[in-house]
């Protein structure tokens, strides 16, 4: 069997188990090492099954505290923070752009501030709105991908493919802020909200160059971050960035 089946294998199992009751709602799973025990996997594999299952919101997994039911369902398979390379290669799989529109832009002083970039640059930019490739509703958010002119991905984004291997060629840095939203905007992703929740990824290789720039604006009445400072039994605390879908259970992010 694959290990990428076989984690999910494992996750569907897991999610199963809780959905039916026999993990109830505050108790613990078995821990990374009695799953390998019992299913003959890996530490890697069995460590990607927990994290698909964290991802749905049923679970929060906390060093010293194992990995505690949460949610008796999935609460939510989209969150707009990414806190580790696997939570950029999520997004990707699990939604997409509809009807991406592609242009050419000359970054002038604005843009250039906002990629992070020089001003008089040439990039490819790709938009349009973001939404869940298994599911109706309205849009996620307004995505923007800026990928710079010389470079040969365009036809990867357009198709949504980003690789694990990809994630980990790159850094990516992750500014969050709070904007107004363009009327205009705003009726193409369905929403009243006069303000935004945009998230801004800027990714560098080695050599600290940028290689894409993500831009992805989301409508703030569907969206909040929330901060969570926790005391551990060490007596240590602990910060957690916490995302919510508004009307839902509360979710890592």
């Not at 108790?27 to 299952?53: I, K, M, W, Y």
């Not at 935004?196 to 409508?219: F, M, N, W, Y």
Request: aromatic share 4%; glycine share 8%; charged share 25%.
């Amino acid at each position: 069997m694959a290990a990428s089946s076989a984690y999910l294998q494992l996750a569907e199992r897991l999610v199963s188990a809780i959905a039916s009751g026999e993990y109830a709602l505050g108790s613990r799973l078995p821990t990374e090492a009695q799953l390998c025990a019992d299913t003959g996997l890996s530490r890697g594999t069995v460590r990607q099954a927990l994290h698909e299952v964290e991802i749905l919101g049923m679970i929060s997994r906390k060093p010293g505290d194992g990995s505690r039911v949460v949610a008796l369902a999935p609460v939510d398979d989209y969150q707009p923070i990414a806190n580790a390379p696997d939570d950029l290669v999520q997004i990707v799989r699990r939604t997409k752009i509809i009807h991406p529109q592609v242009r050419e832009v000359v970054a002038n002083a604005a843009l250039a501030q906002r990629l992070g970039a020089r001003r008089g640059t040439k990039w490819n930019l790709l938009e349009g709105p973001r939404v869940r490739r298994d599911r109706t509703g309205p849009p996620l958010c307004w995505s923007e991908q800026y990928l710079p002119a010389s470079s040969p991905g365009l036809d990867d984004v357009r198709r949504g493919a980003f690789t694990a291997s990809q994630a980990a060629e790159v850094e990516t840095e992750q500014l969050i802020t709070a904007e107004l939203l363009d009327p205009e905007l705003a009726e193409k992703l369905e929403s009243n909200s006069p303000v935004a929740l945009v998230v801004i990824r800027r990714q560098r290789d080695e050599s600290g160059a940028l290689k894409s720039v993500g831009i992805h604006t989301h409508p703030a009445d569907r969206y909040q971050i929330r901060n969570i400072v926790t005391r551990q039994p060490s007596s240590r605390s602990t910060s957690r960035l916490e995302g919510k879908r508004k009307g839902g259970d509360e979710r890592s992010g």
